[in-house]
């Protein structure tokens, strides 16, 4: 009974370190850009973009459709630097647990 008293204490330590850092990953930010920098999107741990910087020059009235692909690639990209962002934080407490999918 002993073991499993304290095997439940480690739980509630594990929990309380991943809600922290979950609550961490909400002020971390990744970016990414398109464009030779010309499009630049910035996102949260939470992966919640927070801001679109779009230069000047590269806004075309004629050409619509290549900002928006290049919208699109910087948020794509700005989204998989988030996952990965999670996984290095929360992967910590996943590691050798054999859980998939679960960050």
């Known amino acids: 009974m002993k073991n499993m008293g304290n095997m439940m204490k480690q739980m509630q ?9 979950q609550e961490e990953l909400k002020s971390k930010t990744v970016e990414a850009t398109a ?3 010309m499009v630049k999107v910035i996102a949260t741990g ?5 801001e679109v910087i779009i230069n000047q020059e ?6 619509v459709e290549m900002l928006q ?6 948020t794509n990209e700005a989204l ?3 996952d990965e962002l ?3 934080d929360m992967g910590k ?5 054999n859980l998939p999918g679960m960050f």
């Open 58 to 63: 590269v806004v075309d009235p004629e050409d």
């Open 80 to 82: 998989k630097n988030a």
């Open 86 to 88: 999670i996984n290095q």
């Open 35 to 37: 464009g030779g920098g």
């Open 69 to 74: 692909d290049l919208i699109l690639a910087a």
């Open 93 to 97: 407490f996943t590691k050798g647990m």
């Open 13 to 21: 330590k594990l929990q309380k370190q991943m809600a922290q850092a």
């Open 46 to 50: 939470e992966k919640k973009i927070v």
